[in-house]
Antibody, heavy 122, light 111 residues
Framework: EDQLVESGGGLVQPGRSLRLSCVASAFTFDDYAMHWVRQAPGKGLEWVSGISWNSGSIGYAGSVKGRFTISRDNAKNSLYLQMNSLRVEDTALYYC???????????????WGQGTMVTVSS | QSALTQPASVSGSPGQSITISCTGINSDIRDSNYVSWYQQRPGKVPKVVIFEVSDRPSGVSNRFSGSKSGNTASLTISGLQAEDEAHYYCSTYTTSSTYVLFGGGTKLTVL
């Protein structure tokens, strides 16, 4: 069964950094674009960032552009999100998600991890 | 503020049909054949129920259907069941770029 497992969340002070990881299993990771989606407590889904299968296409939401960096290591079946200059409003459950279609930079997300919680607070 | 507008809540009785709308602020939906809908039950991970405007993933009930007219997409759930109670989110994207818009979400209550 296709699976995604996130890690790296935690409590961090405003202005500090955190790196999230997502490890994939049971599917050919380097065939698919991957994305990060977050959900603040009691709020809706917010797309954060996406990366194509070969890292050739990368995008960010305006709210994180310039502060967050997405990357992937296909040899390790892993997706990353480097989060710098964290703000209180970045507090959320961060999901990694796999796109449905091989080769597409973006598509419907058919597999989601369970999420890793990031809390930004002093 | 989400770029895609959804009603905050809808409700229906078991057996009835409901429709959730999703309207783009720009021509996001009008210009895209890629609209998807996600169901998120309380405490659970989102699950795609519709992709490419009207296609259903394997395993999703045919009670779920999607459509689009102009700059508005719609999700219709027929024969409402208690298990359909959840939040529903629309999203739009293009397969050639890594950029996604989500709607603000709609809470469906089955009375």
């Amino acid at each position: 069964e296709d699976q995604l497992v996130e890690s790296g969340g935690g409590l961090v002070q405003p202005g500090r950094s955190l790196r999230l990881s997502c490890v994939a299993s049971a599917f050919t990771f380097d065939d698919y674009a991957m994305h990060w989606v977050r959900q603040a407590p009691g709020k809706g889904l917010e797309w954060v960032s996406g990366i194509s299968w070969n890292s050739g296409s990368i995008g960010y939401a305006g709210s994180v552009k310039g502060r967050f960096t997405i990357s992937r290591d296909n040899a390790k079946n892993s997706l990353y999100l480097q989060m710098n200059s964290l703000r209180v409003e970045d507090t959320a459950l961060y999901y990694c998600a796999k796109v449905r279609m091989v080769g597409a930079a973006t598509d419907a997300f058919d597999i989601w991890g369970q999420g890793t919680m990031v809390t930004v607070s002093s | 503020q989400s770029a895609l507008t959804q009603p905050a809540s809808v409700s229906g009785s078991p057996g009835q049909s409901i429709t959730i709308s999703c309207t783009g602020i720009n021509s996001d939906i009008r210009d895209s054949n890629y609209v998807s809908w996600y169901q998120q039950r309380p405490g659970k991970v989102p699950k795609v129920v519709i992709f490419e405007v009207s296609d259903r993933p394997s395993g999703v009930s045919n009670r779920f259907s999607g459509s689009k007219s102009g700059n508005t997409a719609s999700l219709t759930i027929s024969g409402l069941q208690a298990e359909d109670e959840a939040h529903y989110y629309c999203s739009t994207y293009t397969t050639s770029s890594t950029y996604v818009l989500f709607g603000g979400g709609t809470k469906l209550t089955v009375l």
